[in-house]
């Protein structure tokens, strides 16, 4: 197990602006701050860029979804679309929607969904207009903060129940008696819909949203991430643990007293950020030995953050961790520190295409 400090310079991403005349090939990031800033980050071997910013309201409650050649952001009532490659608005009029956003889903059927907390919004991903709008204290109730996923054609929507609705008009098509409306979060992949619940895990069969798999924990699932043939899901106070995506067959389990804030599954690796900011990776095959009351050896363990981690990404072959206002580029491989970005506000949201 590597034990690793992050030392490198801070570097403003707004003083990158034009640094170079032709940006680095590496991986892109879309990233937005507290401050109202939506910016595309070109990741090199030895320097990044801001390729541009956009200005979006300033808030705590930022999300970014990008897709394709397009970014869907939103920040507090606002939501805008841009274009991943220039950064300029692909809506003519600026979208306020009256209604505090808490996700972003889609797009399906041309469609991007914006989650609020009275209301759920369909928007035109062309034009931003709204194409359909539902009531969540009259037409859908009990619906979670947040937990929406729109991939595969569906738009799953949790809560008690859980619900998969048209996405082109918002009709409820089937749903799934949950008995918890506060899901913290929910994921399509691979057919299926996994969301965390009060009690446990569930998968849940996109059609029809019968159950595939259920599998019982001591309290909330908090966070939950799918890549390929694994669920990695973390409970409140109780570790993190993995499963099988296709049986939900256990595959191991760590630091049971444990509160993580984020976690994520790639190229062999289970990553786990705590609730002090650490952040773990584990071998995915060596994980499947480890219980939640014992000992279980990372990877590499990056444990200097002194801040709330508010976003984790995952663009291989990097890490991106999010504390505060620091954006730390991490080796997925080994832990290895490869550079710090300081921004404008705390980094609450980064996506990777």
């Known amino acids: 197990m590597r034990r690793l400090a992050l030392l490198a310079l801070l570097i403003p991403l707004t003083a990158c602006d034009g640094f170079f005349d032709d940006p680095p090939e590496g991986a892109t990031l879309f990233v937005g701050t507290d401050a109202g800033e939506i910016v595309r980050l070109s990741v ?20 970014v979804l990008a897709r394709g050649g397009d970014v869907f952001a939103s920040s507090g009532q606002e939501v805008l679309a841009l274009d991943a490659e220039t950064g300029d608005a692909i809506w003519t009029d600026r979208v306020l929607l009256g209604d505090t956003v808490t996700n972003l889903a889609g797009p399906v059927e041309g469609l991007v969904f914006a989650l609020a907390f009275n209301n759920l919004f369909a928007l035109d991903s062309g034009t931003g207009e709204i194409a359909w709008q ?48 506060n899901i913290r979060q929910l994921r399509i992949a691979g057919g299926r819909a996994v969301a965390g619940l ?87 095959g060596a994980f499947a030995s480890c219980t939640a009351a014992g000992e279980c050896a990372t990877e590499w363990l990056v444990d200097d953050a002194n801040a709330t981690a508010h976003a984790l990404e995952v663009a291989d072959p990097d890490v991106f961790l999010a504390n505060g206002a620091v954006l730390s580029r991490i080796g997925l491989a080994d832990g290895s520190d490869l550079g710090r970005w300081q921004t404008e506000g705390a980094v609450v949201a980064i996506d990777a295409p």
């Open 44 to 63: 090199g071997e030895e320097e990044s860029t801001a390729l541009w910013t956009s200005e979006i309201e300033a808030s705590a409650t930022v999300v």
């Open 134 to 181: 539902k009531d969540l204290s009259f037409d859908l109730t009990d619906v979670s903060d947040g937990a929406i996923d729109a991939a595969e054609g569906s738009l799953v929507l949790g809560g008690s129940p859980i619900r998969r609705l048209d996405p082109t008009n918002g009709d409820v098509l089937d749903s799934y008696a949950s008995g918890d409306s």
């Open 198 to 284: 009060a009690d446990g895990l569930v998968s849940l069969n996109l059609q029809g949203l019968g159950e595939n798999w259920f599998i019982a924990t001591a309290d909330q699932v908090d966070n939950v991430a799918v890549d390929g043939g694994t669920v990695v899901y973390s409970i409140l106070g109780g570790g993190i643990a993995a499963a099988s995506a296709s049986s939900g067959a256990a595959q191991g389990a760590a630091e049971g007293d444990e509160i993580f804030q984020h976690v994520a599954a790639a190229e062999g690796l289970l990553l786990g950020v705590r609730a002090d900011g650490a952040l773990s990776a584990w071998d995915e």
